[in-house]
C-alpha cells in the first residue's frame, strides 16, 4: 500500500518504514525511506499533477506542443514600500505565506504554479491535464484567492498589520507548453503572445484598481465570453499591448 501511494505521489499518507534486524529488509527499508525523501523534496519544486504525469509517462521526454490555456499573473500593491524597514527573513516569511494561500487556490482549481517572480505568480490551466472550462477554472481560483485574502487581511488588522492587496490578471489562448531550457536543467512551462498579454492585463490594474477592493482581477474578452452567468463582470476598455495589432478588451470581474 506504501509503494502504491508513492508511485501516486500521496506522500501525505506514507510513514517511513521501519527498520529491521534483517539485513536484505533493512536496506529495503533505507531505500524506501530515502526515495520517500526525496520524492518530498521533488515535489516542493515541481507541480505533483506534472510529477504524477512525468511518473505515469515511466521517464520518456514531454515533448512541447501548442495547448489552449488560461493563465494567471498575480503582484502584491505597492509591495516595494510594503517591505522598507523589513529584513530580509521577514520579507521571505511573509511572501512564503503569501504564496501558501495563493497555492491552495491554484491547487483546488487544478492548476498549475509556473513560478514565482519576486512577489508575483504565474499560473495556468490546460496543461499538464487538458481542461475544457479552463477559464472558468482560472476564475474560481481567482475568486478564492480574494476571499482568502480578505480573511487573512482581518487576522492582520487584528495583529495590528497593513492589509494586503492584490492584482490578478487572467487571459486565455494558445501557448507552446512543455519543458523549455538547457539539458539538464529544464523547466516544465508555457510561453507565447498569451503569456505576455496576460502579464500586461495584470499591469493594467494600477489604472483600474477599485481602492476599497483587496483583490482586482482583470480578464480578457477571451476569458469573458467563456463564463457563466453567475460570474458577472464590467467592461473596463480596450488597450493596445506591444507586439499585437488589435487592442485588447478587457473587463473586471466583479467579487
Given at each position: 500500500?506504501?509503494?502504491k ?8 499518507t ?18 524506501f525511506?530515502?526515495?520517500r525523501?526525496a ?10 499533477s ?11 521526454r ?23 524597514g523589513?529584513?530580509a527573513?521577514?520579507?521571505a ?11 491552495r ?7 498549475t504554479?509556473?513560478?514565482?517572480i ?20 482560472a476564475?474560481y481560483?481567482?475568486m ?13 488588522r487584528q495583529?495590528?498589520?497593513?492589509p ?9 489562448g494558445?501557448?507552446?507548453v512543455g ?12 510561453i507565447g503572445d ?5 502579464q ?15 483583490t ?22 480596450s488597450f493596445?499591448v506591444?507586439g499585437?495589432e ?10
Amino acid at each position: 500500500m506504501a509503494v502504491k501511494a508513492l508511485s501516486h505521489m500521496d506522500l501525505d499518507t506514507v510513514s517511513q518504514l521501519p527498520r529491521s534486524n534483517i539485513r536484505e529488509l533493512d536496506d529495503l527499508a533505507r531505500a524506501f525511506n530515502t526515495m520517500r525523501g526525496a520524492l518530498r523534496l521533488f515535489g516542493t519544486y515541481v507541480p505533483r499533477s506534472l510529477v504524477n504525469r512525468l511518473v505515469a509517462a515511466e521517464g520518456e521526454r514531454i515533448e512541447s506542443s501548442e495547448r489552449q490555456v488560461a493563465i494567471m499573473f498575480t503582484d502584491i500593491v505597492g509591495f516595494t514600500t510594503f517591505s522598507e524597514g523589513k529584513n530580509a527573513a521577514e520579507v521571505a516569511n511573509f511572501l512564503n505565506e503569501h504564496f501558501q494561500i495563493l497555492g491552495r487556490c491554484v491547487d483546488n482549481s487544478s492548476g498549475t504554479i509556473d513560478k514565482y517572480i519576486g512577489d508575483a505568480l504565474m499560473a495556468f490551466w490546460g496543461a499538464p491535464e487538458e481542461l475544457e472550462d479552463a477559464p472558468v477554472r482560472a476564475c474560481y481560483c481567482a475568486m478564492a484567492i480574494a476571499d482568502a485574502l480578505e480573511r487573512d487581511n482581518a487576522k492582520r488588522r487584528q495583529e495590528g498589520l497593513p492589509p494586503v492587496h492584490v492584482r490578478i490578471g487572467l487571459h486565455a489562448g494558445p501557448a507552446l507548453v512543455g519543458n523549455i531550457g538547457a539539458e539538464g536543467r529544464v523547466n516544465y512551462t508555457i510561453i507565447g503572445d498569451s503569456v505576455n498579454t496576460c502579464q500586461r492585463v495584470e499591469s493594467l490594474g494600477r489604472e483600474v484598481d477599485v481602492p476599497r477592493n483587496t483583490t482586482t482581477i482583470l480578464i480578457t474578452d477571451a476569458v469573458a465570453k467563456q463564463l457563466p452567468s453567475s460570474m458577472p463582470f464590467v467592461h473596463v476598455g480596450s488597450f493596445p499591448v506591444k507586439g499585437r495589432e488589435k487592442d485588447v478588451v478587457v473587463y473586471r470581474l466583479v467579487i
